[in-house]
Antibody, heavy 121, light 107 residues
């Protein structure tokens, strides 16, 4: 059974960098699937942040592309998100997820529980 | 970018009744549409992909239909555990996009 778990600070100051990690168990992230980050601001819908594959292919949301960076650590079977210059608008529950069907643009079949990140001074 | 619009925002249904939820895409997404269920404090759960294929372990009372720009999720007989928020997602074009969700509440 594939399991994902997000971790990182729950509080980030405005203008600083938000950093989150997604630990994957039950499947090797070096194998054939893509992995993604999605966020959900309080009371709003889901927003795709981006998708990564083995660290050599990344796809970012056009609205976040200038501030977001993904990375993969295959030795720890985890992948990470960095979002720079955060504002209150970046306050959200952040989810990591697996992209289904071994293709970069598909649905998300396994999700982490999500972690709330609040941007506030 | 494709915009996904769901209606209604809230649907009040009695247990045992049928619920019909709609999702509209601003341009054709073929059959590249998924539905998720989300409960408070929980991760989204994949219900349907390919517009009509149930994901592993999803009960048969959940069904999806449609193609192009108009899609429907039907829950044939609502169970207590089905009261939740449902959202759709297109994956035909970059960037993938989600609808705002329909809350199914107890009438």
């Amino acid at each position: 059974q594939v399991q994902l778990q997000e971790s990182g600070p729950g509080l980030v100051k405005p203008s600083e960098t938000l950093s989150l990690t997604c630990a994957v168990s039950g499947y090797s992230i070096s194998s054939y699937y893509y992995w993604g980050w999605i966020r959900q601001p309080p009371g709003k819908g889901l927003e795709w942040i981006g998708t990564i594959y083995h660290g050599d292919s990344t796809y970012y949301s056009p609205s976040l592309k200038s501030r977001v960076t993904f990375s993969v650590d295959t030795s720890k079977n985890q992948f990470s998100l960095k979002l720079t210059s955060v504002t209150a608008a970046d306050t959200a529950v952040y989810y990591c997820a697996r992209v289904g069907q071994q293709y970069q643009l598909r649905f998300f079949d396994y999700w982490g529980q999500g972690t709330l990140v609040t941007v506030s001074s | 970018e494709i915009v996904m619009t769901q209606s209604p925002a809230t649907l009040s249904v009695s247990p045992g009744e049928r619920a019909t939820l709609s999702c509209r895409a601003s341009q054709s997404v073929s059959s590249n549409l998924a539905w998720y269920q989300q409960k408070p404090g929980q991760a989204p759960r994949l219900l349907i992909y390919g517009a009509s294929t149930r994901a592993t372990g999803i009960p048969a009372r959940f069904s999806g239909s449609g193609s192009g720009t108009e899609f429907t999720l039907t829950i044939s007989s609502l169970q207590s555990e089905d009261f939740a928020v449902y959202c759709c997602q297109q994956y035909n074009n970059w960037p993938p996009a989600f609808g705002q969700g329909t809350k199914v509440e107890i009438k």
